[in-house]
């Protein structure tokens, strides 16, 4: 028994999800818009169920055309769903994650519209979250790169709107545009990687003359042949378009500022699903990638890249979110090295399971941010606390920023439990999930021979396992910093629920591709020929264990057995100096950027401003030559005379000429209607004199 | 048999006693009446006609033509109603004016 007739709902739950709660969410309470939303993306979860266990008994793609695109000459592209190993294992990460994330966002966006004080934007939020899986549905189960594009766009826009979802204040609720410009940030980067997404979908009509996966994938080797550059500018395009979705070198800078969306939206989009976008799209075009290996590499390098410099970055954040987030880029980078190695299975399983680890991080961070945010409150409102020193009236408390936390291990029990968990799990510490999706990774660039690519993920991993462990430390560990962290209470159940579920998760997602047993690569093998079975690697295995201890143990002597005291200075940065402060500041890729491009872009905005459309346009052209031109003959020719006597005589003369015929008509019209009987009979004895006699 | 001719210069006579007598009396009554005449010479005409065809359409073997006849009964009622209307308005005209003469109505000069 198959269900492929059910693909086009795993759109279609979300779209009507959404827009119920976009019509009558305003006269719903807050529990009922909430029910819908997750109900849409549950029931858009059970659908990629039903199509995975379809697709079980009946292994090849199948194509569901639910109506007519484009058709043009010999493009014919439909709006056409695919099923196949590939895409639904993207279906069911992203609805199965995205439901978790919808009922902890009830929870969660329960008390931040309470704290940022605008209730009606919760019904606005779960329109977004729906609008989003609806997008990422339509992104994995396109069967066109045009459709996936279109996915592409809309996931990107739905980014855009939720992380400006409080756009007129800063992270911290002071008005501000800092959040609206870490959208538009978000936007503009992602423009770029949609530029190459473009070319590379142009060039690739242009070559194939076709957009279906199939079509395109079926002549790669014959076009690779006869002109591999075609192929290679194709994937290099598409490399930049995943650079942008997915958070690589060079244009990663957005996805730390996007932070400054709700903590569920950092959990689910810019972590578990839509960053992973570009990991998707490079497996999905493996046919196109596998003909050319210096593109391969390319993109390995890149990901490995991104992965240890991000590394770095995150080793020298304050902020809870940024952490996460720096550590989001970096494990991004495991996927892009492991697929562009060719190990799609292994960065696919990365993909999968980082999903459940990541989205689990994120969602604990935000319990914890919540229950920074509650202590704060209830100290705001029951304690003036007179004498005490750290707090001043007009001090901001900032409910993310590490240094004001400490011992939440008593006061939040099961978040720190979760938290450690997926700490874990992203560590790769035998046997949570990311021990083996990550090992598969670097199993892949040890015996593929990539040294380097093995060697800049192994210290990634070092560094992944070391920030981590940092993190703990300051968080759940010592005595509070903060009068808040002191009163910071537990998150309700339904925060806490999901979180233990995806905590199960991040425990035991490893077992979706044991070595040995291979689920997840047999499963994909149907989709994406190319894959190499993975083969566990005891040496990689235990250098990579044995560098998440050491950096664990790191972590400990730095800021366990010591913890921070208040006010104190990070250990790591009187150690380190400068380089620690280079990695605070991000390397200064923001400044960079600022001085190689963005100043330059406001500069040539200046000059178009001020010069061009200023002084050029308005005071030359417009004052000068129309407005001067348009005096100057106004001047001629309204002048006195010319008008009275030549316009205005015309005009005069014209209107006496019509009196003057008026009044010559008038006198026919005598008010004898035996005259008036006459004409009609002169008329008619003309009229029939001109037919008889003509 | 008198031939059409004479009809149709009848009905041509009797069209411009009518003609002349629209243009050249005042008194509305005498007007009417000659409208009547001018309808009646088209009828006259309508119905010599008519007769002629029918000839030609039963000299050919085909049916006879009754057009003519049915038209004349049409203007007979339209002559009819005009004439109800045109005395209504005679009378309306002269209780407010005391004349009938023609070329007093003629307040709608230009």
Known sequence: ?694 | MVPVADYIGLSAILFTIGALGVLIRRNPLVIFMSIELMLNAANLAFVAFTRMYTALSMAGGGQPVYSGQIFVFFVMTVAAAEVAVGLALIVTIFRTKHSIDIDNLNSLKG
């Not at chain 1, 969306?261 to 689910?268: D, E, H, I, K, Q």
């Not at chain 1, 960065?347 to 999903?355: D, E, I, N, P, Y």
């Not at chain 1, 004001?404 to 700490?423: D, E, Q, S």
């Not at chain 1, 008509?665 to 003309?686: D, H």
Request: proline share 3%.
């Open chain 1, 1 to 694: 028994m198959t269900f492929f007739y059910l693909a086009p709902w795993i759109v279609f739950f979300p779209v009507i999800g959404l827009l119920i709660n976009l019509v009558f969410g305003s006269r719903f309470s807050e529990t009922v818009i909430g029910t819908i939303a997750s109900l849409a993306s549950g029931l858009s979860f059970v659908v990629s169920v039903l199509l995975a266990y379809s697709l079980v008994g009946h292994p090849e793609a199948v194509r569901w055309t639910i109506g007519e695109w484009i058709h043009i000459g010999t493009l014919q592209l439909d709006w056409t769903f695919r099923v196949d190993t590939l895409s639904t294992m993207m279906m069911l990460v992203v609805s199965g994650v995205g439901t978790l994330i919808h009922i902890y966002a009830v929870g969660y966006m329960h008390e931040d519209v309470r704290f940022k004080s605008d209730l009606k934007r919760f019904q606005r939020f779960f329109v977004f979250l729906n609008l989003f899986i609806a997008a990422m549905m339509i992104l994995v189960g396109g069967d066109s790169y045009l459709m996936l594009f279109v996915g592409w766009e809309g996931v990107g826009l739905c980014s855009f709107l939720l992380i400006g979802f409080w756009y007129e204040m800063d992270t911290l609720g002071r008005p501000s545009w800092a959040n609206s410009n870490a959208a538009k940030k978000a936007m503009i980067a992602n423009r770029i990687g949609d530029f190459g997404f473009l070319i590379a979908s142009f060039l690739m009509f242009w070559a194939f003359h076709s957009l279906q996966f199939d079509q395109v994938f079926q002549q790669a080797p014959a076009i690779a042949a006869s002109n591999p550059g075609l192929i290679t500018a194709i994937t290099l395009f598409l490399l930049l378009g995943v650079t942008g979705k997915s958070a690589q070198i060079p244009l990663f800078v957005w996805l730390p500022d996007a932070m400054a969306g709700p903590t569920p939206v950092s959990a689910l989009i810019h972590a578990a699903t839509m960053v992973t976008a570009g990991v998707y799209l490079v497996t999905r075009s493996a046919a196109l990638y596998v003909t050319v290996p210096a593109a391969q590499f390319i993109v390995a390098l890149v990901g490995a890249v991104t992965a240890l410099f991000a590394a770095t970055i995150a080793v020298g954040q304050y902020d809870i979110k940024k952490v996460l987030a720096y550590s989001t880029i970096s494990q991004l980078g495991f996927m892009v090295a492991g697929v562009g190695m060719g190990a799609f299975a292994a960065g696919m399983f990365h993909l999968a399971t980082h999903a459940f680890f990541k989205g689990l991080l994120f969602l604990s961070a935000g319990s914890v941010i919540l229950g920074m945010e509650r202590g704060h409150h209830h100290l705001a409102h029951h304690e003036p606390r007179k004498g005490t020193k750290e707090k001043h009236p007009e001090e901001v408390f900032d409910p993310g920023d590490m240094r004001n936390m400490g011992g939440l291990r008593k006061t939040m029990p099961v978040t720190f439990w979760v938290y450690l968990t997926g700490a874990l799990a992203l560590a790769g510490i035998f046997p949570f999930a990311g021990f083996w999706s990550k090992d598969e990774i670097l199993a892949s660039a040890f015996r593929g021979g990539f040294t380097a690519i093995y060697w800049l993920l192994a210290i990634a991993a070092f560094l992944t396992a070391f920030y981590m462990g940092r993190q703990i430390w300051m968080v759940f560990f010592g005595e509070p910093r903060h009068a808040a962290a002191a009163h910071a209470e537990e998150s309700p159940q339904v925060i806490t629920v999901p979180l233990i579920v995806l905590a199960a998760l991040s425990l035991l997602g490893g077992a979706l591709d044991l070595p040995g047993v291979e689920t997840l690569t047999h499963w994909l093998e149907q989709t994406v020929v190319f894959i190499k079975p993975g083969e566990f690697v005891w040496s990689v295995a235990l250098i990579s264990t044995g560098l998440a201890l050491l950096a664990i143990l790191l972590s400990w002597l730095l800021y366990g057995r010591r913890p921070l005291k208040v006010g104190e200075v990070d250990p790591l940065k009187q150690m380190l100096g400068p380089v620690f402060t280079g990695m605070e500041r991000k390397w200064f890729v923001d400044e960079l950027y600022w001085a190689l491009f963005l100043d330059r872009y406001v500069d040539v905005s200046h000059f178009a401003a001020d010069v061009i459309d200023g002084r050029f346009w308005h005071d030359w052209f417009h004052e000068k030559v129309i407005a001067g031109t348009y005096n100057w003959l106004s001047h001629i020719a309204l002048n006195r005379y010319a008008d009275q006597l030549g316009i205005d005589a015309f005009f005069n003369s014209l209107g006496e000429w019509t009196k003057e015929a008026a009044s010559g008509l008038r006198r026919f019209q005598n008010g004898f209607v035996r005259s008036y009987a006459l004409f009609v009979l002169i008329g008619v004895v003309a009229i029939l004199g001109y037919l008889i006699f003509k």
